[in-house]
């Protein structure tokens, strides 16, 4: 075998696209939950934006609940659909497990970044938020993107080997997710009102780095016998 | 012609309460065929994916050389070539893109696996959805055969084929037995398995 | 730990500020929190060792003693939650608060009671132990992050740690003697119910060997 590792991960990436843009599943179930929920809340909430401390209350907590359930709605196919329509086996014989691993983060990664792009110009709209440190604000939705996208494409891997795996999946991701999405709130809504969220974001992108690490540490264990 | 060699002693594989595996063992050389027997549910299939490193055993030694140099765990599992029933491909892909994608992955031009898909009589533009069960089993073989690999494993190779599909994926077994490559098949009884080296009766 | 438990309530002093005889709760809480989290590192350590270590027959073991740690963490953690939430009730006037702290415990306790449903949805032993020993390790990324981390973010109605900011002992020596006697105590007992448990989990896989 005479591939290079990041061959590998690009083929493994460009597969998942291939299949994604023929059958638009994930995008659809992500973009459709998000869009929907986001024109629901505001249509209850209204130019929250006006009341800028009301704002940082609510909208950070929401954005993020919504991406959360999005995430977790649309994207554990990464792993889950290989297994059951058993086209891992195949991959397994095929690939390095580290570079399947780093092929499929990154379609995740941009996946949700995909889905951020279209939540967070639509809630400032929607909402008609003011948002104090933009620059802020876009590390807070990328660090915070970032723990989703390592979630989501880790642990669905350990649970796709189980039965039940969607509900298993939902179990072992909240705990995993929490810490990460609480400072994700935190550094938002800072950016939002203009105050130093430097420690959440610095903490959160600590939290990410590390169970990136611990990502590919664990993938080639949890993918092989 | 680089020897290929592969062997195994006293593989036990439980599932729960259920002993598929009971000190299985057998050995194979270059050019040779060990044939599996055995009624179903007797653990072919369990035995094949534990060689190929699909599986864990329990128990039990499997050793794989190429050359004289031993493979390990990893390294056996990304150089045999592998069939079985349950082996499927992406959906929305074509045969050729399916198996341009293998290729990617281990290093090879996607020009083997449009010669190969000839050869099988397989339509390379259908996707696998779209695809009768013969046809992909000939992508099954495709697969099988895409790195030109020295260890051959085929769980029932020769299921859902038509006459002529048979005859191809028959040349091009001989093919690689001529060229220095062994094959473990397991197949039942009334299948005929050319260069046949040694047989193993699994079950009771 | 009989010594400890007559010393708690008996023989050190009560805490300053603190409502009645309340912090006697302390001597068993801290502790109790304490080695839950030594029982989750534990088992995050004994994943590592079944996951990359070189496989050899000790494995089964090193995959029940990380089981058995984590069901054991397990039930430290909840009487160190449920004994945090009385002394709220007692001090603060509700049993919950989301004081950060309080949060992370739970935290941890949704992310163990996932380590065992992972365990319960994998019928084979083989990759059950593969995959629950990954969570497991994962486990120590994630839980020193919410025993410790998480706490200190935000406002906390949690009194200050023992060892404050300048180092100094903030603590009478005589509650500082039985807190640390009773840790001690307490992990002892933790690694005494471990092995105990590890020794039944041996016995009832020897057990179930020599059925088949």
């Known amino acids: ?225 | 012609m680089t020897p290929a060699e592969l062997e195994f002693a006293g593989l036990c594989r439980r599932f729960g309460r259920l002993r598929v595996l009971v000190d299985a063992g057998g050995a194979v050389a270059s050019g040779g065929v060990l044939s599996v027997r055995g009624p179903n549910g007797c653990g072919k299939s369990t035995l094949l994916r534990c060689l190929a490193g699909l599986l864990s055993a329990d128990k039990g030694t499997i050793r794989a050389r190429i050359d004289g140099r031993e493979l390990d765990g990893d390294e056996r599992r990304a150089r045999v070539g592998y069939l079985a029933p349950d082996v499927a491909f992406y959906d929305e892909l074509s045969g050729h893109e399916n198996l341009a994608f293998v290729a990617r992955l281990r290093g090879i031009a996607p020009e083997r696996g449009e010669l190969l898909a000839e050869r099988l009589g397989l339509p390379g533009e259908r996707a696998w959805h779209a695809m009768s069960s013969g046809m992909r089993q000939r992508l099954r073989w495709a697969f099988a055969l895409l790195d030109e690999p020295k260890l051959l494993l085929l769980d029932e190779p020769f299921q859902n084929l038509d006459a002529a599909g048979e005859a191809a994926s028959r040349a091009l077994l001989e093919e690689r037995l001529a060229a220095g490559a062994l094959a473990v098949v397991a197949s039942p009884s009334h299948v005929d398995l050319p260069r046949v080296t040694g047989e193993l009766q699994l079950g009771g | 730990m009989a010594a400890v438990i007559w010393a708690a309530f008996h023989w050190a002093p009560l805490a300053a500020g603190f409502k009645g005889e309340s912090s006697r709760i302390l001597f068993f809480h801290v502790p109790m929190a304490w080695v839950s989290f030594v029982a989750f590192m534990t088992a995050g350590v004994q994943s590592a060792r079944y996951l990359f270590g070189s496989r050899t027959p000790q494995d089964a073991q090193l995959d029940r003693s990380a089981a058995a740690a984590v069901e054991i963490g397990l039930v430290f953690a909840t009487l160190a939650t449920v004994t945090g939430a009385i002394w709220a009730r007692i001090m603060w006037g509700s049993y919950w608060n989301w004081d950060p702290r309080q949060s992370g415990i739970v935290v941890v306790l949704l992310y163990y009671a996932a380590y065992e449903a992972l365990r319960q949805a994998i019928a084979d032993e083989e990759v059950r132990a593969r995959l629950s020993a990954a969570y497991g390790v994962l486990g120590l990324v994630v839980s020193p992050f919410l025993y410790f981390v998480l706490p200190r973010l935000g406002f906390s109605l949690h009194p200050e740690p023992v060892i404050n900011a300048q180092g100094k002992m903030e603590v009478e020596a005589r509650m500082l003697t039985v807190l640390l006697a009773s840790s001690s105590g307490f992990t002892v007992l933790f690694y005494w119910m471990h092995s105990l448990r590890c020794r039944l989990g041996a016995i009832a896989a020897r057990r179930l060997e020599e059925e088949n």
């Open chain 1, 1 to 225: 075998m005479s591939s290079n590792w990041a061959a590998e991960a690009a083929a493994v990436f460009a597969k998942d696209w291939r299949c994604e843009l023929r059958t638009r599943h994930a995008v659809a179930t992500l973009a459709l939950f998000a869009v929907t929920t986001l024109v629901v809340a505001s249509l209850v909430l209204g130019p929250v934006g006006n009341e800028p401390a009301r704002a940082a209350q609510i909208v950070p907590v929401l954005v993020w609940l919504i991406l959360l359930f999005a995430a977790a709605s649309g994207l554990p196919r990464a792993f889950v659909h290989e297994e059951e329509s058993r086209t891992a086996i195949a991959l397994r014989l095929a690939g390095r497990p580290s570079a399947v691993f780093a092929g499929k983060l990154a379609h995740v990664v941009t996946l949700v970044a995909a889905l951020e792009a279209i939540v967070a110009p639509l809630a400032v709209v929607l909402f008609d938020l003011r948002v104090a440190d933009g620059f802020a604000f876009a590390a807070a939705l990328g660090a915070g993107g970032l723990a989703i996208a390592a979630a989501t494409t880790l642990l669905p891997a350990i649970v796709a080997q189980g039965r039940g795996a969607s509900t298993l999946f939902a179990v072992i991701a909240l705990p995993v997710l929490l810490p990460a999405l609480a400072l994700a709130v935190a550094a938002s809504r800072a950016a939002l009102v203009g105050i130093a969220g430097g420690d959440e974001l610095t903490l959160l992108l600590l939290y990410d780095g590390a169970v990136v690490v611990a990502g590919f540490l664990l993938f080639p264990a949890i993918w092989n016998p």
